[in-house]
């Protein structure tokens, strides 16, 4: 019933009115990426999303994934395959890998946006080559050129897909209780044993090859996350036959159910390893950015696609009269979308999707900036603001996009608590990227606990520099005072922390939460200013209607309208402390 | 896996030691309901809960309902007809209905309570009571004396179950725009012609006959909400033959799978008038208070089973080690309870719950005391509190029972997004309570434009009268002085809304569901504060154990952290008017 359209304008907008992506083409390799071909490869995802990815969405829910216990097998949703296939033969599976196995080797901001799309139409199809990415990535940093010759090409080609296997049942945060064995063999290769579970696309019957990354224990490793390998183990052998990497079922899950996610049973499996011994979780975590940074966008992907059925329903939808009089006087009502309240929760929506989207280019145009740039103080103010701003992109996109959804539907009434409008799905889809790829918390307590702290302290402030240079840029006064006001606020918070956390390490640890929300709003703040901005430049100038660019004017302002008093409670909530969460006994509760 | 147990304890310090639940038996009426007979009805409650409704929630969910378009029936799943015979045996149909009819005669409260447990068991078994206690209180009220005497002593005995057919294709917020017809018959009934769609338990195998109620428009009825009329069409007649009220299918929803959701199609079925021509909806609004108060319940008790799992997964699940140091050194992990971060997910629970329970129950004492009270002052001054407390009992408790659950399922990880934990169906079906029964928006303006406003304004004096009291009677100076300053931030964000709303009636209509947030933030401090000044009481008596009491005492003082500041976000809500919601045009969207 619902069909989605790539929000180009919006999209383009940020790119090149706010970010000035085009300047990307600038940097050594990415001469190709000039504005003229990241709008045509735009155009074609917008494409492909649409009319290859939408279709099969809401069948993959209902239908899901099937799992055959006697061959191990697992069956995807009817049109997955061909699909993927699709997906496949169109480059899009190494848009941003590297050329040289190839790879497009276009910058890691355009992924985004295709990303964008892909979530926005079928996240659980979109899943597979997600994971693949990661895997692409690792093994391009981190693995011995015998390695990348012999699995990169189909990887990046999307001939095989990959996987991360990390999760064993009696450990998902802390993956220093791994369980999983490696033991060397004469041949140089691993024998790995071990169960791993909640494994994306683990076992499907889409491609003909699964690539592997197991994090496993070498015999006599340290008991801790210091003693962790990664490896790779290929579903077949070079020669074909097949390595006992089986998979023992499928979890029965809330929404995704078009993604396999896999129980996976290593039996003595031949694997390779992958960087240096001991270092595993080293080599996950170069891939851990990008990563974070794409599960932040699906919340956005999934919260626009609610966003314009939401829209679309609150313009048709007649019910009761307009509280100044009717404004569909030759109907019987008047369409929901004149009612106060549900235009409350339309530009909740709004203000969050397109300020998450600025918040999410605009990190992922440092991603690029700081592994293309040849300045090498460029790279690290980039890399400086990457590394603060994952955490924040992928907790508060996810987490507000759950909530922007959830809006979606109740402005829908009954119709959104059905299936008929897909809606329900985007909310159930959207509940697992809060928790997936390190949970929210996780997020909250490694902005805190460790970018806060690393390099003596320097990533804070790279963040207030970049924003304030923003703000500097602006040229409303008033918006100018309230960025300023917001980023005095969190600037408070950060000293009380600073001194409180000294003290006693649970101080961040009940601050983590509220200060990755007030760091999210600072940041929010800056965008929606800055995109107020070049909309405001922009009026008159025909390259958008004008009410496209009031749209953005207009929004800001509601933005705005709550923005301080939500900066003030996060940071009472910050400078109340740890004590009415610890002074509980464990019976008190 | 999840076991939920009755939380007699927190239910009876609420009913007993808060409200004083006992002088409930001085009532004229209620003379057997003293202290010891309620406790021993909760008792019996709860073991019919644990072990009757319990049971069969999982599997519900999992089966749920199956239509056959060949003869029109509905299956339920398995194992809930045997249940809800069960339940109707036990006599819980009739527990507050009227002993004329052969029901118990107990107080609405009790019902309340009861109801906590049967919707933390089963949410959609216990629908289809819940909507017989329904078409029980409009045939009550309503009926002539022969309708009652046919029907109602089989929906008290349970014997046969009850609807409420409102909804239509072309309209659920606004009735006035039905189209289902009633033709007047020479022997003094109606055929009723229509179709009406989410009538819940419209069709079924669990009883031998179903009683509809049914809006209809009469010939010749005025074309808005004032031309509706309410009747009675039975599944069977008296002579056996089948009335032509069919089902026409099921909706596919996204929770409460196991309530049959029916398309009603009423092809000139024979039907009886209600009350009196064109006050339909009149009939509805007397026993809308109650459903609207049964639902907010819903909220509350799917948010404590989610609760209880997640504390229990809480001090069993061992990641991680505490910030301050091994807690359980013998093992390889400390219980995730130790970490500040799942703290704040589980007092967030907490502190929603035993709030909203106090909330929920004092209400459903007043409605008692409306009913009963011999004194005519204070049936007015209970009833006044009874109509501004609904739309706040039913939006706060189910948005926030919502994020409640939604808390349970984060702090509980990946596990909590499985099936297997029960935790992801306690959110989809909570989902629903948000919208049926009036949409939680509509219950927002039901608060602002009608009950601040009727009978001259009395409703909120009546409202700040009895919580003034509540808080003069507190011995915390501190609390005192926080309920204090909440009402005053409402106060005065009710004069600004008196001023503009006369206006501009929009005002009203922005304002309204901040509004709502505001009114139960204050309404929860009072609950709060009192709660906390019993339990310092209760400390050392014995009558609970002192960790329940301490419990209380700190959960009180988590919800004061944040409860100002969230007050000055709402308020600033309020008075920052309608303009940037309304200031929007359409295409601006």
């Known amino acids: 019933m619902a069909s989605y359209k790539a929000p180009l304008n919006d999209m383009n907008f940020v790119l090149f009115d706010v970010l000035k992506a085009d300047g990307l083409s600038q940097l050594p390799g990415f001469e190709d990426a000039t504005e003229e071909m990241i709008r045509a490869v735009l155009e074609e995802a917008s494409k492909f999303a649409e009319n290859v990815f939408q279709p099969t969405n809401q069948d993959g829910d209902i239908e899901g994934c099937q799992y055959d216990p006697e061959t191990h097998n ?29 790879g497009q080797g276009l910058p890691h901001l355009l992924k985004i946006v295709v990303d964008e799309m892909a979530c926005s139409t079928n996240l659980s199809l979109g899943m597979y080559p997600g994971l693949s990415h990661g895997a692409i990535d690792a093994l391009t940093e981190h693995a011995e050129q015998e390695l990348k010759d012999k699995y990169l090409p189909q990887l990046i080609s999307g001939e095989w897909t990959g996987t991360m296997c990390l999760t064993e ?18 041949d140089g290769s691993y024998n790995i044993s071990g169960t791993k579970i909640w494994i994306t696309g683990g076992e499907h019957d889409m491609v003909d090859n699964i690539v592997h990354l197991v994090l496993a224990k070498l015999p006599g ?3 801790s996350s210091k003693g962790i390998s990664l490896f790779l183990v290929p579903k077949f052998l070079e020669d074909g036959s097949r390595n006992p990497a089986f998979c023992g079922g499928l979890e029965h899950k809330m929404g995704i159910k078009g993604s396999a996610t896999c129980v996976m049973n290593f039996e003595g499996a031949k694997g390779w390893l992958i960087g240096k011994e001991n270092e595993g979780l080293k080599c996950m975590f170069t891939m851990m950015n990008a990563a974070r940074i794409m599960v932040g966008v699906q919340g956005l992907g999934l919260a626009e696609k609610a ?34 309240d549900v235009r409350r929760m339309l530009m909740q929506q709004k203000v969050f999707l397109e300020g998450a989207r600025c918040m999410a280019y605009f990190t992922g145009y440092h991603l690029d900036l700081a592994h293309k740039h040849d300045d090498e103080s460029v790279r690290e103010e980039s890399d400086d603001i990457v590394q603060i701003m994952t955490p924040i992109i992928k907790a508060y996109l996810t987490d507000e996009g759950f909530f922007s959804t959830d809006q979606a539907l109740q402005s829908m009434g009954g119709s959104g ?21 390190g949970t929210n918390g996780i997020q909250a307590l490694d902005l805190t606990g460790r970018k806060l702290t690393i390099k003596g302290g320097r990533l804070p ?24 006001t917001l980023l005095k606020t969190l600037q408070g918070a950060l000293m009380w922390l600073g001194q409180e956390a000294m003290k006693d390490p649970e101080q961040a640890g009940a601050a983590a939460t509220p200060l990755l929300k007030l760091f999210s709003l600072c940041a929010m703040s800056v965008m929606w200013a800055t995109m107020a901005k070049k909309a405001n430049e922009g009026l008159g100038s025909g390259k958008y209607e004008d009410a496209f660019y009031q749209g953005k004017i207009k929004a800001a302002e509601h933005f705005f309208r709550l923005a301080l008093s939500q900066a003030e409670m996060h940071k009472a909530d910050i400078e109340a402390g740890k004590s009415t969460l610890m002074d509980m006994a464990e019976g008190e509760f």
């Open 461 to 484: 402030k790279t963040f207030f520099k970049v924003m304030n240079a923003m703000i500097a840029d602006l040229d409303n006064a008033e918006h100018q005072e309230k960025c300023k």
């Open 221 to 223: 490793a340290p008991d």
């Open 417 to 437: 608590f059905t299936q008929d409008w897909e809606v329900e799905q985007l909310l159930r889809d959207g509940r697992i990227a809060r928790i997936y790829e």
């Open 307 to 340: 966003y314009q059925i939401s829209l679309g329903f609150a313009k048709e939808r007649l019910q009761s009269r307009s509280l100044t009089g009717p404004k569909s006087p030759d109907e019987k009502a008047d369409p929901i979308i004149v009612h106060p």
């Open 74 to 102: 697992v069956t995807t949703p009817k049109g997955f395959k061909e699909a993927y296939k699709t997906f496949a033969e169109g480059g899009w599976s190494g848009l941003s890998a590297t050329t040289e196995y190839g």
């Open 169 to 186: 049942p009696q450990c998902g945060t802390d993956l220093g209780l791994i369980r999983t064995k490696a033991e060397p063999q004469a």
